[in-house]
């Protein structure tokens, strides 16, 4: 099983930290929460209702994401922003880009606001869109923030400035930070360790995994408040197009890659 049998509890306005080697789980945890995929066994609950009860918009609208990963569209600065808050105004822009220290360098761009960054943000430099991130989360002002690896590859200095910023744009909101080091500042609550690694098993998967479609749950979930999250007795497992649980150890595995042509 990818987690097995996991219990996990955040108090509203917590800020807990979950470690462990690459493949153990962390950033499916998050998933969990996202419903990206529903648990086997178990449940993940927002102040004690079940997150499958909720519409999946209105849950990932108060839910923030800032990840290793930057997830940007090839559009303009001002598109990525709004996608959160598709009613913002130009000045709302300007104000979170200020609040990360970005808006000076936005201004001396010829284009500014309408500059189009790339795929994945790659016409800024990686300081730069990892920042255009953060200000979108910071307009989007969600009660949950998932902070996953984001400090991976940024330098020490830029990592220590985005905590900053965060926690002074966003207090109070209930914050899960995904982590290989337990080295976030001082600034966590608790820390949880997972230590079942299939790092090995991912290369596999990422060949024969069948995703399973979630359902949309009939309530709107609006917050008004940071809230408790809890991950309750939860197992998940990938399983292939069959529904065959993908194994957490390869064994007599043959592959073949063809020549190029």
Known sequence: AELEDVTLGVPAGGHVVVTGASGSGKTTLVNLLLRHHDPDVGQVLVDGEPVSSFTLDSLRRCVGVVSQRVELLNASIADN?????????????????????LADEVRGMEAGLRTVVGPAGTRLS??????????????QRPRVLILDEFTASVDPDLAAEIRVNLARCLPGVTVVEISHEC?????????GYLDHSLAAARRLWCLSYSPVEVVDGPEELCLDHAPALEWRGVSFCYRDADGVPLP??????????????
Not at 81 to 101: F, I, Q
Not at 185 to 190: I, M, P, R
Not at 248 to 261: K, Y
Request: aromatic residues 2%; hydrophobic residues 50%; charged residues 20%.
């Open 183 to 191: 080295d976030c500042g001082g600034v966590e609550d608790a820390v």
């Open 81 to 101: 922003l709004r996608l959160v808050v598709p009613a913002a105004g130009d000045g709302e822009l300007w104000r979170v880009l200020g609040e990360v220290g």
């Open 126 to 139: 990686g300081g730069q869109a990892q920042r255009l991130t953060v200000a979108r989360v910071i307009l």
């Open 248 to 261: 957490a150890v390869l064994e007599d595995v043959t592959l073949g890659v063809p020549a190029s042509r």
